[in-house]
Every structure is written in C-alpha cells, then in structure tokens.
C-alpha cells in the first residue's frame, strides 16, 4: 500500500525548551486504521497537531498526499479532518449550520446532499436542527466528527474520540470508524484504551517520551511479542517439580494444584509435544489443560514500563 502521510525525522521542541517529538519517522498507509498508544505525555497530540500543520515543526518533513505541510499547507490541510480532544461547539448554534459552516472554510461549495449523509452515518439526522446545547456529550462528540468530514477528506484524524465516552456509545464510534475505512477514509487515532486499539486498528504505534517505539500490524504484534502460557491443572497437588520435567520452564503454583508451562510464541518449537511425552513418564495425574496468550495491553505496559 501506498503511504498517504509521510512523516520524516520530525522533532519538536516546545519554546519552553521542552523536547515532546525526537526525530520521528512514520509512514501511513492509506485505507488502514492506524491507533497511536502512549501514556500521557507521550507526544502523540503533537503529533497529530504537527502533521496537521497546527504546530510547526522544530525540523524535519510531513507530506499529505504528497504536499508538503509547510510549503503546500492548503493543499495537505484539505486532505485532512481533524477532530481534536476538547469539544469546542458554538452552543447556541444548530447542528446543521456548524457542519456547513465547516465546509465553507476549506472553500468547498455548498452541498447539502454530502452533509445529510454524513449526519445521517453519524445517526445525526433528527438532530439536524438542534442547537448544540440541547445535545449529549456523546452527540456533541459525532457533531466534531460530522464537522471534521465535512469537507470530503480523505484522512481522518481522531484524538482520543471515545474518552469519556460510555461503553455503547464507544462500540458505536468504532462502528463508524469501520464504516468510514469501508468508505475508503484512512484513519489515525490516539486511544488510552487498550481495546480499542485492539478492536479497531490494522496498526499499532506505541509512542513514549517523544519516540516512536514501534509501528507494526497488530496481529504480527501480538504473535511476535506475546507469549502463551500453558497451565496444567494437576488432579493431586504436589510439593516439587519432577526431574523427568527439569528441562523445561515450568512453574509451580503454590497451592501445588498447577504447572505453569511459559513459551515464546516466536520459537519454532514450542516443546508441547515432549513436556507431554514426559508428563506421561511422571506420577502426576492431569485434571485440566489451558492456554493463555499475553494481551496488548502487557505488550504495551512492558513497552513503556520505567525500568526499576
Ligand atoms: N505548548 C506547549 N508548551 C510546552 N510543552 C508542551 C506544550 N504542549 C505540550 N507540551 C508537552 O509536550 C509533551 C507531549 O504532550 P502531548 O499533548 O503531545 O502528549 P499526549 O501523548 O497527547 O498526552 P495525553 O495522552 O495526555 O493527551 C507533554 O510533556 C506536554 O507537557
């Protein structure tokens, strides 16, 4: 695939001397969903703002669609939407004319078929003619999305678009977000929740301390960096490891009940097949066999854990 943004060896030093990017390199795809974890502070706002042209950049390049955001900001700025994380809504105006109004800023001719359409995905259409202030926070929160597509772009950025969002209303985003990439929309979010990230994205970008840790498909994620763990439940506890199993990285869990098998799901060989052969060769007596494979979200803790 193609990349849509290309962002080059970016850094950013705020004026109070403050380094939030370190030379980040990043290709976006386009089509993919691409979630950006960090904990706070990790500079994924600016992030987002610089490759938005909102925040310049202390050096390095960002092209959208192959336009610079420096030089070219307008032609790269209309790729974009960009719903950002403080909902800023003029409360006394109604849904419909803050969406136009939207599009008329990026010099868009007035079309109000496009905008129905959009409010209609966003289940906004019986709220049309409301004000803003007769809105949820979760309406509220579609009504920025609804704005930041108003102009047909074909990036979306999202910035933490479910925080303080409640459980229905967050699988209802995703399904929106799923309908947009269905719609050819590429999509870059940033998310606290795990789940998230791992319901919705193709790709994950853990980003920590201004430095991008890695940027890889999720999938190949998990399997290359998760482990599995194997636990063996013993119909009769015991107090010690046979010797028959020595070889292997086994554990016994201290009420004596359970044999705790941890193996890297890289290896070739998981060595299942002997530990069980020797299993055979012991006293112990198997009650119960179950694997466990680690989440993204122990991939992510031990990713930006503070070393002890
Ligand atoms: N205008 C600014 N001036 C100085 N420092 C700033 C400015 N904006 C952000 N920072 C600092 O840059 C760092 C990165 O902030 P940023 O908002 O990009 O993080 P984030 O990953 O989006 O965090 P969060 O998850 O809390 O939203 C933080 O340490 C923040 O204090």
Redesign the pocket.
């Known amino acids: 695939m193609a990349a849509i943004v290309s962002v080059e060896n970016l850094t950013?030093t705020?004026?109070?001397g403050?380094e939030?990017?370190k030379s980040v390199s990043l290709a976006i795809e386009e089509g993919e969903i691409l979630a950006?974890l960090?904990?706070?502070?990790?500079?994924?706002?600016?992030?987002?703002?610089t490759i938005c042209g909102i925040?310049t950049p202390s050096s390095g390049t960002v092209t959208v669609g192959g336009h610079d955001i420096l030089s070219d900001f307008r032609a790269a700025r209309s790729l974009i939407g960009l719903v950002p994380?403080e909902i800023n809504l003029e409360p006394f105006e109604r849904v419909i004319d803050t969406v136009r109004f939207s599009r008329g800023l990026f010099g868009k001719s007035r079309n109000d078929a496009y905008l129905d359409e959009i409010l209609g995905k966003l289940s906004l259409s019986d709220k049309k003619t409301s004000k803003i202030m007769e809105l949820s926070g979760g309406m509220k929160r579609r009504v920025m999305i609804a704005k930041a597509l108003s102009h047909e772009p074909r990036i979306l950025f999202l910035?933490?678009p479910t925080a303080g969002v409640d459980v229905e209303l967050r699988r209802d985003m995703w399904d929106t977000v799923a309908e947009l990439k269905a719609d050819g929309v590429t999509i870059i979010l940033?998310t606290?929740y795990i789940e998230e990230a791992e319901a919705i994205a193709d790709r994950i970008g853990v980003?920590n301390k201004?430095d991008i840790l890695l940027v890889q498909n999720k999938a190949e994620l998990m399997s290359q960096m998760g482990q599995k763990q194997l636990r063996i439940s013993l119909a009769q506890p015991t107090t010690e490891i046979p010797p028959e199993l020595s070889e292997f990285d086994l554990t016994l869990s201290e009420d004596g009940e359970c044999l705790v098998y941890t193996y890297d799901t890289r290896g070739e060989k998981t060595g299942i097949t002997s530990l069980m052969a020797n299993l055979q060769k012991t006293d112990l007596q198997l009650a119960d066999l179950q694997t466990e494979q680690s989440s993204l979200e122990d991939i992510f803790v031990g990713l930006v854990k503070e070393p002890a």
Do not use: M, V
């Open positions: 950013k705020y004026g109070s403050f939030a990017l950006l960090g904990p706070n502070g990790a500079g994924k706002t600016t992030l987002i703002s925040i994380q910035d933490e940033t606290h980003i201004g």
